[in-house]
């Protein structure tokens, strides 16, 4: 589907949408899930945990922010990120919305 096609979609399925691209790496669930461990900022420590280089590293995490799931601070030269609590749980809401509308014993195949 190309980007110009959005727009005729709901604002949920958008946002939904938003947040499923930014869980689709395997890069950015480990950048998510070493800001949740830490529970504080990170900002230089996130390459060092990573097996990617400091470029690829940034361009996941501007993914990440564009979706609204981290937030970043400028410290001097450094930019420090953590989780955005309160896009965070829109994102658990509407994620476990969707899994939920399965209906479960459905018969299918």
């Given at each position: ?13 958008n946002q939904l949408a ?28 996130i390459v060092d945990e ?60």
């Amino acid at each position: 589907m190309g980007v110009t096609k959005s727009h005729e979609f709901g604002v949920k399925e958008n946002q939904l949408a938003k947040y499923a691209k930014a869980l689709a790496h395997p890069a950015r669930v480990a950048i998510l899930n070493l800001l949740a461990k830490r529970k504080a900022c990170i900002c230089g420590d996130i390459v060092d945990e990573l097996p990617l280089s400091q470029s690829t590293v940034s361009q996941h995490l501007k993914e990440l922010k564009e979706a609204g799931l981290i937030k970043g601070d400028i410290e001097g030269a450094k930019v420090c990120y953590c989780i955005d609590e309160k896009e965070w749980k829109a994102a658990q809401v509407q994620l476990n919305k969707f899994f939920d509308n399965l209906q479960s014993g459905a018969k299918c195949c």
